[in-house]
C-alpha cells in the first residue's frame, strides 16, 4: 500500500528556475494539500484542493501555483524559483472528516 | 483563528518513565485531532486521531484524551523507549476551513 508519494525526494533548483513537485494518493481521497515546513515556523498550507479540478490558496500560497487534473494526483509549481522558498514540502490527502496521510516530503534547496 | 499549542516544547526523559504531551487549541469547532510523530528529516506519522465525539483513542503504548469544550488534548507514552524519541506534533481539523492546523511540536529524548 504505497498512500501518499511525492517525487522527487530532493533537488537543488537554481533562483529563477522553474519545477513541479508531484503527489499522488492511491487511497481515493477527495482533498489533497501542499504544505511546506520551516524551522522555528512550523507547517504551513501553501494549497489545496476538495476535488478533482478544484484548488484554494492556503496560508502561503504567493510562488507557488498547483493543478488537480486526476483525482489521485496533486502537482505544485514553482515558476520562478527564488532563496525564500527553500524547505521541505509535503503533501497530504484526506477524507472530509478523518486523518490525513502524509507523504514522506521534498527536500528542496533554491541557491 | 485557530491556534494550537504543544507544551512542553522539549521533554528529555529516561528509559522507562511514563510522560504525557499536552496539546491547546483555541477553536473548540473541530471535526478532529490527530497526533503525529516526526523524525529527524523524516515525514510524519500518523499516531492516533480522536473525532469530534470521541473522549480517546489508545494505540499500543499510545493513549491520546480530547476535551473539546475546554480546548485541551494530551498524548500518554506509557514506559517510554529510546525508540520512541522524536518530534511530536498535533493537528486540529477546523469546521470553517477545510485545513489542518498544526503545533509547534513537542521534541522528545529518551535516554537509555
Known amino acids: 500500500n504505497a498512500g501518499v508519494t511525492q517525487t522527487p525526494k530532493f533537488r537543488v533548483l537554481k533562483t529563477g528556475q522553474s519545477m513541479t513537485l508531484l503527489c499522488a494518493q492511491d487511497m481515493n481521497h477527495e482533498y489533497m494539500y501542499w504544505y511546506r515546513q520551516d524551522p522555528g515556523m512550523g507547517l504551513r498550507l501553501i494549497h489545496y484542493s476538495v476535488g478533482e479540478g478544484t484548488t484554494a490558496k492556503g496560508e502561503v500560497p504567493d510562488g507557488y501555483n498547483v493543478s488537480r487534473l486526476k483525482k489521485q494526483n496533486f502537482l505544485l509549481g514553482l515558476e520562478s524559483a527564488a532563496p525564500s522558498q527553500t524547505s521541505v514540502y509535503f503533501c497530504?490527502?484526506?477524507?472530509?472528516?478523518?486523518?490525513?496521510?502524509f507523504g514522506s516530503g521534498t527536500r528542496l534547496t533554491i541557491v | 483563528k485557530q491556534e494550537v499549542t504543544q507544551i512542553p516544547a522539549a521533554l528529555s526523559v529516561p528509559e522507562g518513565e511514563n510522560l504525557v504531551l499536552n496539546c491547546s487549541f483555541t477553536?473548540?469547532?473541530?471535526?478532529?485531532l490527530q497526533w503525529f510523530r516526526q523524525d529527524p528529516g523524516k515525514g510524519l506519522t500518523s499516531l492516533l486521531l480522536?473525532?469530534?465525539?470521541?473522549r480517546e483513542q489508545t494505540s499500543g503504548r499510545l493513549n491520546a484524551s480530547l476535551d473539546k469544550s475546554s480546548g485541551r488534548s494530551t498524548l500518554y507514552i506509557a514506559a517510554s523507549q529510546p525508540g520512541d524519541s522524536a518530534t511530536y506534533l498535533c493537528?486540529?481539523?477546523?469546521?470553517?476551513?477545510?485545513?489542518?492546523?498544526f503545533g509547534t511540536g513537542t521534541r522528545l529524548l529518551v535516554s537509555p
Open positions: 493537528a486540529v481539523k477546523v469546521v470553517s476551513f477545510q485545513k489542518l492546523v
Open positions: 480522536i473525532q469530534s465525539s470521541q
Open positions: 497530504a490527502s484526506s477524507l472530509e472528516a478523518y486523518g490525513y496521510t
Open positions: 477553536d473548540s469547532a473541530i471535526y478532529n
